[in-house]
């Protein structure tokens, strides 16, 4: 399906972010590669890491929109929101403004109705940080301590633009760390009707942490359950 390119302002936060009238056509060469320093700092102060929460699907099978479904005694979006903002104090929803302004700062989509690659496009084209944290609001699962090894992994290898961890032979991309050039890459994929996320992690240096490391690191490929349906968050209830 061919998304559209949303034209006007995206909202990070305190910031507010101009979009052209007209999107440039990029060019992406088949493989980034950039020297960083493992500690990098941006210049301008604004912190080394940010976290995106993924909030912008439609839910359908849930039949409600997921962020505000229960779990534990709190909706999704709030145990997400406290999870990213334990990580950095830069945590923002990627998502509806009007639904989610009340929340926290929110990044809205660009390009419309492409699913989540959109949205870390949205995220990264708003992002002055260098290593950014995607974590879908359905994946009550993922720990503090998962984060923080995701993001000591994209630290120790600077020339990776992804660090992705494997999950049942599975890449989980919306619970990774990108940094901002992967969104040339996810533009010029939208622009082409591209919306598949795993397929792009070819054409960049990308780190992919094996089941056997997150064993060996002591996490679990539980960690990455997600609930999409009313019988799975039923389930999910009954083992808690």
Not at 36 to 58: C, N, Q, W
Not at 122 to 147: C, G, H, I, K, Q
């Amino acid at each position: 399906m061919q998304c559209s390119a949303r034209i006007g302002h995206v909202d990070a936060g305190a910031e507010r972010i101009e979009v052209g009238t007209t999107l440039r056509n990029l060019r992406v060469e088949p493989r980034v590669n950039r020297n960083y320093s493992v500690y990098h700092r941006p210049m301008d102060g604004s912190p080394e890491v940010a976290t995106f929460i993924l909030a912008g699907g439609k839910s359908t099978r849930m039949g409600t929109d997921k962020a505000f479904v229960e779990y534990g005694g709190r909706t999704l979006l709030a145990r997400a929101l406290d999870l990213a903002r334990s990580v950095t104090p830069d945590a923002r929803i990627v998502g509806c403004a009007e639904k989610f302004a009340p929340f926290a700062p929110v990044v809205e989509d660009i390009f419309r109705d492409c699913g989540p690659l959109g949205g870390i496009h949205a995220a990264l084209r708003s992002s002055l940080s260098e290593l950014n944290v995607m974590l879908a609001v359905d994946t009550p699962f993922v720990s503090w301590a998962l984060l923080q090894y995701l993001i000591s992994q994209a630290r120790a290898t600077p020339d990776a633009i992804v660090v992705v961890p494997v999950s049942e032979e599975r890449r989980q991309p919306l619970c990774a760390i990108y940094r901002r050039e992967f969104a040339d890459v996810a533009e010029n994929a939208l622009r082409s009707g591209n919306n598949r996320i795993d397929r792009l992690f070819d054409l960049v240096e990308t780190r992919t942490i094996t089941e056997e490391e997150l064993n060996v690191a002591g996490f679990s490929s539980g960690i990455f359950r997600n609930m999409n349906t009313p019988e799975e968050l039923k389930t999910e209830k009954g083992r808690a």
